[in-house]
């Protein structure tokens, strides 16, 4: 779980900053181009989030049926995962920094883009293929097909590929595979935010915390290693400045001067809205587990992302420096659903849920989930 979270936030926070060339001079920007651009931002982060989380709710009761009908416990990060992961992301970006330091950049950028290349396609197609075949002719048939690819033989046979599939998800493919043509190209920003945004949604939906307390375990040391990075070094601004691959939202703050051919950009990283995202969407979760059709927590949450996200841009805009997002992110998530639980009386609720308990050890804990199971299903 840690190893596919670290692939899309690999810089785990890309801060919101201004995308600055000190070598070319650039139209300074305006301050309606400002507005539009840091607008956007907030907008294309918080459709993600809001999005994504609905999703995972479709997603979580996938797994719970695919649990009870073959015994398989979901992968969800750990406590001690979660503890380790900024760990993991600090080396991660260090690799990085020595790598561009070493290397020429445009090299490293070009195998990077290569492996998000692929990425990006598949995640364009998870999102977009029911729109795509909805829109396809009915003249084209959903001809089924099956690639399997075995190991083994009789009870001892094992399936490394068992995909299935239809003529729709190849017309699905090839219309994704144009986009990732186009962005491998022209390294266009509309084409790098549809495939930013894919990302993000699909983290969101499918990377599941398992409970609140791995969630809060997650952000605070992400807190404490974005702002050392950010504050402390040049590193985190060098290789968000460097990385040329589709896992940031950008959006020029000079449009309204150069139309869609604007590059002086303001940017916002994956890692800002998918890592605070996958706490938000685990908060939907546990509002449907009280059943009280309300959404509080997640619908307060969400609201208090977005504050902090504007926070974040303000405190960028008055200070004119790099902005490490989730010191502000961080302490707005957090403390809202908790300050919420305290005045609801739901704190012991909050603390207890779990997306996916561990299977009863004892009678007395089989009794107990069962009664618990009977309540859910009154």
């Not at 290349?117 to 009915?138: D, E, M, R």
């Not at 989730?326 to 302490?331: N, T």
Request: charge should be neutral.
């Amino acid at each position: 779980m840690a190893s596919t979270v670290n692939e899309i936030s690999t810089q785990t926070n890309e801060n919101l900053t201004e995308y600055q060339n000190a070598t070319t001079a650039r139209i300074p920007s305006t301050p309606e181009g400002m507005a539009i651009a840091y607008g956007s931002l907030i907008i294309m982060a918080i459709l993600p989030i809001f999005f994504g989380s609905y999703r995972a709710v479709k997603h979580h009761k996938e797994q719970q049926q695919l649990y009870k009908t073959s015994g398989e416990q979901p992968d969800t990060m750990s406590r001690r995962e979660a503890a380790m992961f900024p760990l993991i992301s600090s080396v991660t970006l260090v690799g990085l920094y020595i790598l561009y330091k070493v290397f020429a950049k445009e090299y490293v950028n070009l195998i990077l883009a290569g492996y998000f290349f692929f990425l990006g396609i598949l995640a364009l197609c998870h999102l977009t293929s029911p729109l795509i075949s909805s829109l396809v002719p009915a003249a084209i048939p959903k001809t089924q097909y099956h690639i399997l690819f075995t190991k083994g033989k009789d009870d001892k046979e094992e399936h490394i590929i068992n995909y299935k599939f239809n003529l729709h998800d190849i017309v699905c493919l090839v219309c994704c595979s144009l986009v990732g043509a186009w962005y491998l190209l022209k390294k266009h920003w509309i084409a790098n935010n549809l495939f930013g945004i894919a990302f993000a949604i699909n983290g969101v939906e499918l990377l599941h915390l398992n409970n609140v307390v791995t969630g809060c375990i997650l952000l605070c040391g992400l807190l404490f290693y974005d702002a050392f990075w950010v504050f402390g070094t040049d590193v985190m601004v060098t290789v968000a400045k460097s990385f040329e691959v589709p896992i940031k939202l950008v959006f020029p703050q000079d449009l309204l001067e150069k139309g869609l051919n604007a590059g002086n950009f303001a940017m916002l990283g994956l890692g800002d809205i998918v890592l605070p995202g996958i706490f938000i969407a685990l908060l939907l979760r546990f509002d449907n587990s009280l059943s009280r059709k309300t959404n509080v927590y997640f619908y307060s949450t969400f609201f208090a992302y977005f504050m902090g996200l504007l926070a974040t841009m303000m405190i960028m805009h008055l200070f004119n420096h790099a902005q490490p997002a989730l010191l502000y992110l961080v302490p707005a998530c957090i403390g809202t659903p908790l300050l919420l639980a305290l005045v609801k009386g739901d704190l012991k609720a909050l603390f207890s849920y779990e997306d996916h308990p561990s299977p009863p050890t004892n009678a007395a804990e089989q009794s107990e989930q069962v009664q618990v199971e009977t309540k859910k299903d009154k």
